[in-house]
């Protein structure tokens, strides 16, 4: 079993930055990948980034590369996103997700284990 704890969501305006994070607790083999999911309201939940425990695995979704970069502590089992240049469109309420795999992955079933989600907020 894993627990994801999110945190770092916020209200900022547009150009604005704010970086998330995810501490990962529990069986360690369970969370060789972490991502970040969003939903905005009257949406879906769709990907945003993931990265492997090693670091040298990172996907992004289209909408966001450029603007927000993904980081692990492995030795805190923690994920970061950082996000800079902010829109509107960003608005979302933003999902840690982790799985054992050693891939990233931006299909939301392939995650085994959420955390309760962080809001987000950009108001232009």
């Known amino acids: 079993q894993v627990q994801l704890a999110e945190s770092g969501g916020g209200l900022v305006q547009a150009g604005g930055s704010l970086r998330l994070s995810c501490a990962a607790s529990?069986?360690?083999?369970?969370?060789?990948?972490m991502g970040w999911f969003r939903q905005a309201p009257g949406k879906e939940r769709e990907f945003v980034s993931a990265?492997?425990?090693?670091?040298?695995?990172?996907s992004y979704a289209d909408s966001v590369k450029g603007r927000f970069t993904i980081s692990r502590d492995n030795a805190k089992n923690t994920v970061y996103l950082q996000m800079n240049s902010l829109k509107p469109e960003d608005t979302a309420v933003y999902y840690c997700?982790?799985?054992?795999?050693?891939?990233?992955?931006?299909?939301?079933?392939?995650?085994?284990?959420w955390g309760q989600g962080t809001q987000v907020t950009v108001s232009s």
């Open positions: 997700a982790a799985r054992a795999a050693w891939a990233t992955s931006s299909s939301e079933s392939s995650y085994a284990y």
């Open positions: 990265i492997v425990r090693s670091g040298f695995g990172t």
């Open positions: 529990g069986r360690t083999s369970s969370s060789n990948t």
